[in-house]
């Protein structure tokens, strides 16, 4: 559980400055689930440089509460929870100073948005919260007021989540929280675990990742997993503390965050899944009479496919079924019949290369706009799908052919500008699982929005 909090402060000496507004939002690391906000009298004056920053001058909190008569919400809104916030020493040390007048010793564990972007989103010309926060492509209002920043801060730390591959901060969350009973820990879990579709990590009590899967009911997926009497579900039940998640909303980036975070993180019970599994490819090469042939080969990382399958049964249908759907008469060895029957059943219509009469250029010109449907040889294109709520959309970016990682955005300019597009997506390598489970997922679902990229501008 986190805390996001932003405080505006009178200004003037080092621990001498007194709260003048201050905004705390309870974030369980997917929605918002309670908050406060409110003015307050530093029973001292504002200095005049802040005023002007800020826009709160004294006559506004004559009537507000002071510190004291908050206190109490504070402690409890904050309580068993990482207190977030964009340079977290300056908010944190305010806070301390506030409840230490008051004779209270407030402790809480800290996270700061400017040490994790440094990390996280690297080469930033300025991490100031305005600036960083514009970069990106996330709205902004009421700059310098606790509320506008803190709802900023709050945007930004869920971009930070996505990008953390490595998990460093879940798993520092899930160290950190108090244990709880191990009795009835099986139970909790799931009922703690929504219905969505995302990727799910389960953890051990030191918070180390032990498995990570993916599904589109995570809730479902998970009774599964606990309901099991296998060797490994029996260990997983054994061993696990706690499962967090990430809404993904889309189905193919749940898939492509499961594919890159297992080889990154290695757990334990993840083994099968940390090389690739597409052991199948699909090549192109030219018969002796010039025409194109595809032909499906055990997959080598030092020849060029077209795309990948997970076994060669996989493969077959689907060349069976794109060249019945494109009139391609060419069987999969490159010998043809002669009758226009290619893999032992009648396409639709013969053109003629079966038995060479039709043109080589012509028919491979036909093959090479196949190939082009199901593959996104360098193409700069950006695949839009469904997001994690209504009001957003998730984006998959693809550059000169090469996957470059996804994002969600909210604003139809965070796509239409390379810069930031290229900013807000959580980067992911270009390795042969990504590209198959791209193309697998096209091919699948072809009423997906895919736009074209202009990189130039």
Request: hydrophobic share 35%.
């Amino acid at each position: 559980m986190y805390t996001i909090i932003d405080i505006e402060t009178t200004g003037g000496k080092y621990n001498e400055e007194g709260i003048t507004e201050i905004a705390i939002y309870r974030f369980d690391g997917h929605e918002i689930v309670d908050q406060f906000i409110s003015l307050v009298n530093p029973e001292r004056p504002i200095q005049p440089f802040v005023v002007n920053l800020t826009g709160i001058n004294n006559d506004m909190l004559r009537n507000a509460p002071k510190f004291y008569e908050i206190a109490k919400r504070i402690v409890e809104i904050t309580s068993n929870s990482i207190i977030v916030a964009h340079n977290a020493l300056f908010d944190y040390r305010i806070l301390r100073t506030e409840f230490s007048r008051l004779g209270f010793d407030f402790d809480r564990k800290t996270l700061c948005t400017v040490t994790l972007s440094q990390a996280l989103i690297p080469d930033q010309k300025s991490y100031s919260l305005g600036k960083l926060v514009r970069s990106l492509g996330i709205p902004l209002s009421g700059r310098h007021r606790a509320d506008g920043d803190a709802q900023a801060t709050l945007k930004l730390f869920k971009l930070l989540l996505s990008k953390d591959l490595k998990k460093t901060i879940i798993s520092e969350t899930v160290k950190s929280e108090p244990k709880r009973h191990v009795d009835s820990k099986l139970l909790r879990i799931i009922e703690d675990t929504p219905s969505v579709t995302g990727v799910y990590y389960m953890h051990k009590e030191n918070g180390k990742i032990i498995y990570i899967g993916k599904s589109k009911n995570i809730k479902k997926r998970l009774t599964q997993h606990f309901t099991n009497d296998n060797r490994k579900s029996k260990q997983l039940q054994k061993e696990v503390v706690r499962v967090t998640y990430e809404n993904t909303g889309s189905e193919l980036l749940a898939l492509l965050k499961e594919n890159e975070e297992i080889k990154i993180n290695k757990p334990r019970y993840n083994r099968a899944l940390r090389k690739t599994i597409f052991s199948q490819a699909l090549y192109q090469t030219v018969d002796k009479n010039g025409y194109f042939v595809l032909k499906i080969g055990k997959a080598d990382g030092r020849k060029k496919a077209i795309t990948t399958f997970s076994n060669i049964q996989q493969g077959k249908h689907f060349v069976n079924r794109i060249m019945d759907k494109y009139d391609l008469c060419q069987k999969l060895t490159g010998e043809h019949t002669g009758n226009g029957n290619c893999f032992n059943y009648t396409i639709k219509k013969c053109h003629g290369a079966c038995i060479q009469e039709e043109e080589p250029e012509t028919y491979n010109a036909r093959v090479q706009e196949l190939i082009d449907r199901y593959t996104f040889e360098n193409q700069n294109i950006a695949i839009i799908d469904r997001g994690r709520n209504i009001d957003e959309n998730s984006v998959v970016l693809i550059e000169e052919g090469q996957f470059k990682g996804f994002g969600f955005f909210n604003l139809n300019h965070q796509i239409q500008h390379i810069e930031i597009l290229r900013t807000i997506i959580t980067p992911m390598s270009h390795n042969r699982d990504a590209k198959h489970i791209i193309q697998n997922y096209l091919r699948k679902n072809k009423r997906l929005k895919i736009i074209e990229i202009d990189t130039n501008t």
